[in-house]
């Protein structure tokens, strides 16, 4: 039907996505270039970045191998990749680490090691993001969060700090970033399918198996699902929403 355009259109838009050589990180990578988006994919591994990328649907996407760990690092690395490829209009932080520990084994190494990846590049990308001609007006930043920051769980505890701290930063942000017309908002999904629920999955029973799959009433997620969740927050569909948390969990929540 002409004349129909589509709300989603991304076409035109220059988006970093961290986490991008797998799970949630490659599909969103994959949903965004499908939407027409320039994409900028961001891990440690260049290898299993390229396979990425040249799969990916479109043009011109780039490769930008980085360890997230070094998060001082990160500001003026995003800075150069703008000055370099002109403002962002979007960016998301994808990238992630899990693990079950009881609070009885806690440490603090383990807890500094899961803030690194999880929590500090969220700060980072913001101060990033946050510089003169780094962003686009409209530009949205996109953190992932998980249900886990918004509900309890025993074993939990570590990741569950990491992502209920992205939840309030989330908040924080959009209060600052609001003047420029930025939008600062997280995604927060149940369990994924994916290679990091897959170590989870394979240490359970399937008694534990049954349960968990009956606590999400319209099934366990794929990586799609959390894709387009954020692929919305970046478009023009959301203007009007910031400081949010969109929880997308097949109703485990509910």
């Not at 590049?121 to 510089?131: H, M, N, Q, T």
């Amino acid at each position: 039907m002409s004349g129909v355009t589509n709300p989603m259109d991304l076409s035109g838009k220059l988006l970093i996505v961290t986490g991008a050589s797998s799970g949630i990180g490659r599909e969103t990578c994959r949903c965004l270039s499908e939407l027409g988006a320039r994409v900028i994919l961001v891990a440690r591994n260049r290898e299993k970045l390229a396979e990425v990328a040249v799969a990916l649907a479109g043009k011109d996407h780039r490769i930008e191998p980085f360890d997230l760990t070094h998060s001082d690092e990160i500001p003026e690395w995003l800075e150069g990749i703008a000055k370099s490829l002109g403002p962002l209009d979007g960016v998301v932080h994808s990238a992630g680490v899990f693990k079950m520990r009881l609070i009885r084994d806690w440490s603090l190494a383990e807890t500094d090691a899961m803030m690194r990846i999880n929590l500090y590049p969220c700060f980072a990308l913001a101060k990033g993001l946050r510089r003169r001609n780094c962003h686009r007006p409209g530009a949205s930043l996109v953190f992932l969060s998980s249900i886990a920051g918004i509900k309890g769980q025993p074993a939990l505890a570590i990741y569950t700090a990491t992502k209920a701290a992205i939840v309030g930063l989330t908040r924080c942000l959009a209060l600052e970033f609001a003047p420029d017309g930025v939008r600062v908002n997280c995604v927060a999904p149940a369990l994924v399918q994916t290679e990091m629920a897959d170590t989870l999955l394979g240490s359970m029973t399937a008694d534990q198996m049954a349960k968990l799959a009956h606590s999400h009433p319209l099934g366990l997620g794929k990586p799609r699902d959390v894709a387009n969740a954020i692929a919305f927050l970046l478009a023009d569909t959301s203007r009007w929403i910031t400081g949010t948390t969109l929880i997308t969990d097949g109703g485990c929540t509910a």
